[in-house]
């Protein structure tokens, strides 16, 4: 894929120009917090010649980086759009579009009485391990992680299984919703071992504002938008996005199944 980042046609000369495909990048396009495999990698490079693609994450870019690029490959050039934090941070074709700031909206004061209470009651939080980073302070949200993001994979596997079974993360959320009813926020559940905190209207499907600008950029009208990921479920951080009008949303259960289905699609 990176062997070929500099002689992709231009968005407007794609085959199929007013289609792109955006992915959810846990569970569609990598195993949870792992890399992608070479096999998707070729496969996205393949679909790109015909298709714009995209990414669109929970995480901030240096993780997505991490799973998705190379050492001598920024992630911005594997794609032809990026979009970390739900697309609160964003690139277009390698250049950074503008960002928006979770605590400018929030207001320092009200930010610190929601991380003051997240606090406390990640104290009183019944886990097998506890490790470090329960909050992961971003640019367009906090991502609460009742076991912390430290976690080894194999304690993230075993909190998974507990988290199924006692609903630790569910139970955090109606907390919160009870508490903070007028903070215009929402919760989403993603991944293995957290569950992501923004303003109301700022899940994935903010990334779609900056597709729709598009036209004005290159001409291009992105008329069909599929929509590939793995938590479609209400509450998962795929649901809107995957619901949206906008979009052909496709349900995956992993990356095999992400590259099943855009074979079958595309002809590739």
Not at 78 to 94: P, S, V
Not at 218 to 227: E, M, Q, R, W
């Given at each position: 894929m990176a062997e070929a980042a500099s002689v992709y046609p231009s968005l407007a000369e794609r085959p199929l120009k007013n289609t792109i495909c955006l992915f959810d990048v846990d569970g569609t396009l990598t195993p949870a917090r792992g890399s992608a495999s070479p096999a998707i990698l070729q496969l996205l490079s393949e679909l790109r010649h015909k298709v714009a693609i995209g990414f669109v994450g929970g995480s901030d870019l240096i993780k997505q980086q991490e799973q998705l690029g190379t050492p001598q490959i920024p992630v911005t050039a594997?794609?032809?759009?990026?979009?970390?934090?739900?697309?609160?941070?964003?690139?277009?074709?390698?250049e950074q579009l503008a960002s928006q700031s979770f605590v400018g909206w929030l207001g320092e004061e009200r930010y610190k009485e929601l991380v003051n209470f997240v606090l406390r009651y990640l104290a009183d939080v019944e886990c097998p391990v506890k490790r470090g980073t329960f909050v992961e302070f971003r640019n367009g949200m906090i991502n609460i992680s009742p076991v912390g993001r430290n976690a080894s994979v194999q304690e993230r596997n075993d909190y998974e299984k507990y988290d199924a079974q006692h609903q630790i993360r569910s139970k955090f959320v109606t907390a919160l919703k009870e508490k903070f009813p007028d903070f215009g926020l929402t919760f989403s559940i993603g991944g293995q071992i957290s569950f992501d905190v923004f303003p109301t209207g700022w899940d994935k499907t903010y990334c779609l504002q900056h597709l729709a600008t598009e036209k004005n950029i290159?001409?291009?009208?992105?008329?069909?938008?599929?929509?590939f990921g793995d938590k479609t479920y209400k509450g998962g951080n795929d649901y809107e996005i995957y619901e949206d009008n906008r979009t052909e949303g496709h349900k995956v259960a992993n990356p095999e199944d992400t590259m099943a289905i855009l074979k079958e699609l595309f002809g590739l």
């Open positions: 594997l794609f032809d759009f990026c979009f970390a934090e739900n697309g609160l941070t964003a690139y277009r074709l390698g290159s001409g291009v009208d992105y008329t069909t938008i599929h929509f």
